[in-house]
């Protein structure tokens, strides 16, 4: 069966965690000193603190870090409904623009900001589901992910 980027669910990382991924043979890795992962495609949070005259491009910022989202108005419902200071959460894929810079091709967009708890827990969410990440890498003995799961 040939795999798919849809075939694993997004990873959920901060925004300073995906400007830390690099590209390695053709895969974006994200490594600390207890953890390796491969990314096919990731789940991030934040504010909108910029955005360009026609949405197609936007900055998020979360954490004290800001990364361009890229291809706004091309997902599902389009992005008229994106402003300034919104609390969205975005699932895409990673780039690296001419810069260096990691950016991310938007796949899908939803605005979180008339839930407050989102916001709120979104740091929890991510410490909880590195510890998720640490016991199935740890469990793989070391081994990358294939992106079917830890060690399969």
Not at 31 to 41: A, G, Q
Request: proline letters at 3%.
């Amino acid at each position: 069966m040939i795999r798919t980027k849809f075939d694993t669910p997004a990873i959920k990382l901060h925004i300073r965690e995906v400007l830390q991924l690099e590209n390695i043979d053709g895969s974006w890795v994200y490594e600390d000193h207890e953890l390796m992962l491969v990314v096919d495609l990731i789940w991030i949070q934040g504010s909108v603190v910029w955005m360009n005259e026609d949405k197609s491009m936007v900055a998020l910022e979360d954490t004290g870090c800001e990364i361009a989202i890229l291809n706004c108005n091309s997902i599902p419902g389009g992005s008229s409904w994106i402003t300034k200071n919104q609390y969205i959460m975005v699932v895409g894929e990673i780039h690296r623009n001419p810069s260096g810079e990691n950016t991310v091709h938007a796949i899908k967009m939803v605005s979180l900001s008339n839930r407050t708890v989102c916001e709120e827990l979104w740091p929890l969410e991510i410490m909880e589901l590195r510890e998720v990440y640490k016991e199935m890498y740890s469990a793989s003995n070391g081994e990358v992910s294939d992106g079917k799961g830890f060690g399969e």
